[in-house]
Every structure is written in C-alpha cells, then in structure tokens.
C-alpha cells in the first residue's frame, strides 16, 4: 500500500495549487517535475546582465489574484513570503502616428478619459465592463465553474428561469461575438478599438474568432478592477511560497523527476514510472498537468483509450509566443505622456494591425508588423533591477510555430521551417527597430537583449507545444464542454483514479490555477 495519496505529474499553477489544496485536506502529495525547478511557464532568471530579474515567460498575475485559488490560498502563501507590486495604469495602447490611451484602475476616469478620445466611447466603456459587473454570476461560473456537474446546472437553470429561456440564449449568442463585430458596432475611435483589440491575443485567440469579444470585456474588466500585478522579486518568489506550503502540509516535491508512463493495474492507475527506471505507487490518484499530446501519447501510449488517441490526433495547438527581454541603463523615454508607469503597454497599429498580424503568423509567416506587449516590471517593481536602471519584458503572441516565410518579404524561411538562432535574433530586430521609433534613444540605452523563439519555450517547457503557451487552440470548439476533446467530461481521463488537469482543460490557459482548484475540490 503507497503512503502517497496523489501522485501530480507536473509543477506548473494548476499543479501546485491542486497539491497545496489537497494537502489541506490532510492528502499525501508528491509532484513530480522532470525539469531541474518547478514552475512550468514561471520561471525567473538573470538571464540578461547581473542584477537584472527577469520572469521568462508568464509574468503577470491578475487572473491569479481574482481566483478563487487565491482566495482559498492567498493569506498562506503571503505567510511565506508572497508579495504582489501593483500600478494604477495596467493597461495602454501606443500607436504608430503616436496616438495612445492608457487605461487605469478608476472607472470613472477610464470614462472621461475615453469620452475625451471620441465622445460617447467612454460611455460605451462604462456599459461594457458594467455589463460583465452586472452578470458576474453567471460568466465566471460558466469561465470557472466545473461544467458537467449540479451547481453548473443548478446555475443555468436558475437563470433561464430568472432571464427567460429566450433572453437567456439572446445572452449566449451576444458572448459569442468576435472582438471585430464588438468594437466596430460599439466604439467610433479607432485608438479605443486598438486599446482592446490586443487583448484577445492573450487568451489565444484572434480578433475574428468566435468569443473574443465577450473574453476581451471580462480582461477589460479584470484590469481596470484588480490592475495587472506582479510577484515582488519575480515569480520564482510566488514559487516558493507554494513550495513551502505544500512542504508544510505534509507534500513532497521533486525535480529531475521525469515521468515515462503511467503505471495501471486492473483498469486502474496505479502509479507512475520515471525515466529511471524507478516506479512509484499510489494511493488515491495519479494527476497530470500536461498536454493531451502528453499524456496519451508519451505517458500512455498503447494503454490510452481508444477515443482519446483519435481525439489527440485531430486536437489543434494555437498559435506560437515569442520573446523578448531587455536590461537597459535608464527607464525607458517613451514618445507619449504617461507611458513610463504601463505594466503592459501595446504597441500596434490598431484593429486591423492585429488581425492582419494574427492571420500572417496563422499561415506560417513571420509578422511583417507584430503586435508587441511591452512590460515594465521596474515601474511596479523597483526590486528588479540596479537603482536607475529599467527592464522590459516584450511578449508577441503572433509567432509561427512552423515557418513558412515572412510577411514582410525579407528574411528567409529555413528550409525544414524550424526556428534558428540567426532567424529569432533578425526577427528581434525588426521588433527593436519599432521599439526605436517609439523610444528616444533606445539603442543607447540598451545593456543587453535576449529573445526566446517559439522553438526556445518548448524546448524549456514540453507543454508548450510549436510555442503555444495556452495548451492548444482557444477557439470555441475546443473550449468549455469541448475542451479538450468533445467527449470530455470535466478532468476525467476514461481511466479510473486518472484526472488531467492544466491550460488544455477547462477553464483553460492563464495563472488562474482554475483546473487545479476544480479537481482538487472534487477529489
């Protein structure tokens, strides 16, 4: 008989705040992770010059913040030393003629300020976050909740009977909305629509996909109610936390741990065998925080059931991240009042700019003008680098997974349409070049630079298949019910004592941790 409970094959949110969750429960966790640290895509490194502190690849954590997760675990971790950096401005757009907006946490403001930009717009701002305000209940349930089960069904028949069954399904079929169809038919100002637009992109979808409105004005809303925050001294710092947690509740952790297969007995999983050669046993369940390419390809292989091997063959991953840190030897002169204090700023050239950039990198090519996420984690973080000095965190979600060729007709494709070093550095250079268009003096200030490809996240992460930091396409028919197979139930695997957790199940990508905090509640 194993002394461990739980067996969580991966480290990343959803893993650990399913193990911190169990292990209040009085269950015997161990996580395994085959990498050297846990974290999945958190990950903090001096990675360009001493001193400077860079979270590699997620850093920012309102999702995390808002969650349930955090609400059950918040006041334990910050017992072990977690701290958030907070700005009043999350939120901006910057574009190419100069004109720019910045979003705050003042709703009042954001409405003035966005009257200001095309009268009425600010209006429309006010109704659409107010809008998500007024059906709180109903969305984050649908967004969070565990959907096959009684207080999901409870929900929506209670609100078919308050709304009607009519106004009910009218309510469904305006959140299906394309960001497209939202912002031409609700704000006049192109810069307002530039504001939004971006957004999508960071719940991997595209500005013509079915839904990206509606998860475009949840984002909108989460911003301007809870900002966009980040760990103090990098998200290594809300690592340890959870590490000292789980620790403290009886857990094991352990790294260079990598899981070969999944070890069943009579229909059941037993246990996990490593890489070693070494098979642990267990109690209760074996949980996998990966991929469905993961875990009934290489975990499962022969033994995965037969609908879930043909799913796994047809489940689409999105769209390659790219990656682009600098440490610099002053804060940043931008061209625009009140841009220094943005924790994420977008640099596009509007609506059109980030479909025609979506659609480019979703045929293979290379963005010929990328939409750019500009962090500045020294604004809210004086921590994370020298006195004086500054770093950026630059994030573009339209990155090919497979290279075809280049939108702008300059760089050449490599022959396998695999990433080369030489490709990622000329591609970090057609982003420098706009950076310099919207910074004084930019090359001046810069110490040093370090781009990750798409092909460098996965290899760091296994997960990130071609890149895709979201655990696969976000597309609506493989979301919600549908995610990640059409079959699916909840986390169930079709294997008794077997549950799949992470970005590819519901509720989907992001640091909210939600797949975790769902099934450790269940089991």
Known sequence: MSDVDHIIVGSGIN??????????????VLVL?????????????????????????????????????????????????LEFCHTATPTGVLTPDGSHAVITTDRAANIAALNRTAPGDGDRHGGDVGGIERNAGLLFGLLGGALWSYPTTKLIAGEAWRRGPRDLAAFMG????????????????????????????????????????????????????????????????????????????????????????????????TGVRLASGE?????????????????????????????????????RYGKGNFQIHYALNKPPAWRGEGLGKVALLHLTPGLDGVSKACNEAVRGLLPEVPTICVGQPHALDPSRCPEGKAILWLQLPEAPRQIRGDAAGKLEAPADGCWTEALREAYAD?????????????????????????????????????????????????????????????????????YHIGASTHPGAGLGGGSGFLLAGRL
């Open 430 to 498: 057609r982003v420098e070049a706009i950076l310099c268009n919207h910074i004084e003096g930019f090359r001046d200030t810069v110490i040093a630079r370090r781009a990750y490809s798409p092909a460098d996240l996965e290899a760091m992460n296994i997960n990130l298949v071609g890149g895709d930091p979201y655990g696969g396409s976000s597309t609506i028919d493989q979301s919600f019910l549908w995610r990640p197979f059409k079959t699916s139930r909840n986390h169930e695997t079709g294997i008794k004592g077997l």
């Open 33 to 81: 992770e085959r990498n050297d640290r846990i974290g999945g895509c958190m990950r903090t490194e001096e990675i360009t010059a001493p001193g400077f502190v860079h979270d590699v690849m997620a850093t920012t954590f309102v999702l995390f913040i808002t969650s349930p997760a955090f609400a059950a675990l918040g006041k334990d971790l910050a017992r072990h030393g």
């Open 15 to 28: 893993a650990l705040v399913c193990a911190a969750m169990l292990g209040a429960k009085g269950a015997k």
């Open 279 to 315: 098979t642990l046993t267990v109690g209760k369940s074996v949980i996998c925080s990966v991929t469905p390419t993961q875990l009934y390809g290489r975990l499962l292989g022969k033994d995965a059931p037969e609908v879930a091997t043909k799913a796994t063959q047809s489940y």
């Open 174 to 269: 305006e959140a299906l909305v394309p960001a497209r169809g939202w912002l031409e038919t609700t704000y006049a100002s192109e810069l307002v629509r530039a504001l939004w637009a971006p957004w999508v992109l960071h719940a991997g979808l595209g500005p013509e996909d079915a839904f990206s409105g509606q998860i475009a004005k949840v984002i909108a809303f989460a911003l301007e109610a809870a900002g966009a925050p980040i760990v103090k001294g990098g998200a290594k710092n809300l690592l340890a936390a959870f590490e000292a947690l789980i620790k403290e509740r009886g857990g094991e952790i352990r790294v260079n741990a990598d899981a070969a297969s999944i070890v069943q007995t009579g229909g059941r999983a």
